[in-house]
């Protein structure tokens, strides 16, 4: 199996398209085309994770963190990120980063998160919007169908839970083929009228290309005529955060006794107890404090996040219970994540998760 059938699969669920504008996901060293000999699943693609690679002889680092963030204008080994990416170079080690675009889709990151901690009902904290796309073109009744089951092949006709919606409405079209043509039906120089279906469907923007290109597949006319339009519509399974329920209202120190276990929390730091159950549950793995508002908004209970600073937890206002659990431990269950993933994709490989505890922060008690 080459690496490429193992990004292929992996941009399936999250597409590189959803990866915030200052991310670096993607394949970072080695090449596509490379023959897989085994994949390490971690949370930083580190020097020690790297050797671990090497020792298990596995030669794809499948990491959440890029290990190459901002631009490298040298390559000398003078600090970590320079060790990591000439390690990999030397020893054949590919390594791929699944950032923020597997933070932005509900069963991805913070999908894992409201595992842990039981949550139903659970909604994107932040839609994305601007994602979502429309198709609309016109078909010969007759070939209603089988276009629109290409589409809806293609990915296109997702709305929340629903599949292969779509809209049809009949009218008459019309054409007068030219001389080189191979008209579907009617003659050349002649207008023609055709009994037409209008399509309409939507379809998340990175599919775009597959969509147009089964669309124009099933379709019998040489010219197909077709609309796309960029939809201001927020995407109800993408976007920032996390949104769930517990299902039944909980004292604020028993949650918070539950989140210490389920995460295997040293510490955590959070704004004053505040006297209310614990119901509605904002959450964000790694930094999330550009999500209080949106916690707020959304009327949760207790934002669960990391890398709060000091003037941040006042944005509580004293209506919302802030706890940042640290950024490691929040993202912690995204390798049995990754290794999940891949290990129901390709049951018969070799698909490991790390055993190098990469988090870079140790408390003192």
Not at 176 to 190: C, L, N, V
Request: aromatic content about 8%; overall charge negative; glycine content about 8%.
């Amino acid at each position: 199996m080459k690496i490429a059938a193992v990004i292929e699969h992996l941009e399936s669920l999250a597409p590189p398209s959803l990866q915030e504008n200052y991310d670096n996901a993607g394949l970072l060293t080695g090449s596509a085309n490379w023959e897989c000999t085994g994949i390490v699943c971690a949370l930083d693609s580190t020097e020690k994770v790297i050797e671990e690679a090497i020792q298990k002889k596995c030669n794809l680092v499948v990491a959440h963190h890029p290990i190459i963030f901002g631009g490298l204008k040298k390559i000398n080994g003078k600090n970590y990120v320079e060790r990591t990416v000439i390690k990999a170079i030397k020893n054949d080690i590919a390594i791929y980063a699944i950032h923020t675009n597997l933070d932005n889709v509900i069963e991805g990151v913070n999908g894992r998160m409201a595992d842990m901690l039981g949550l139903v009902n659970r909604s994107i904290l932040a839609p994305k919007v601007g994602i979502l796309k429309k198709l609309i073109t016109f078909v010969p009744i007759a070939f209603t169908e089988k276009l629109r089951q290409a589409i809806f092949n293609a990915g296109g006709g997702h709305i929340g839970n629903y599949s292969e919606c779509s809209f049809a409405m009949e009218g008459t079209g019309t054409y007068k083929a030219g001389e080189q043509t191979k008209p579907f039906a009617g003659e050349h120089d002649q207008l023609h009228f055709e009994p037409e279906n209008r399509i309409e469907i939507l379809f998340p923007a990175h599919l775009e290309s597959a969509v147009v290109r089964a669309m124009k597949e099933a379709h019998p006319y040489e010219e197909v005529a077709y609309d796309i339009i960029t939809l201001a519509n927020s995407h109800p399974q993408v976007g920032s955060g996390l949104l769930g329920e517990v299902p039944l209202p909980v004292p604020e120190k028993e949650f918070l006794a539950v989140l210490k276990k389920q995460f295997g929390l040293e510490v955590m730091r959070h704004t004053a107890l505040r006297g209310q159950p614990i119901q509605k549950v904002a959450l964000c793995g790694g930094a999330g404090s550009f999500l209080i508002s949106r916690a707020l908004t959304a009327g949760a209970d207790i934002f669960v996040t990391a890398d709060m600073k000091y003037h941040e937890f006042f944005d509580a206002e004293e209506r919302l219970l802030i706890c940042d659990i640290g950024h490691f431990e929040s993202e912690q269950f995204t390798i049995n994540l990754l290794t999940e993933i891949l290990q129901q994709k390709f049951p018969t490989f070799a698909v490991l998760k790390s055993d190098t505890k990469t988090n870079p922060i140790y408390y003192y008690f």
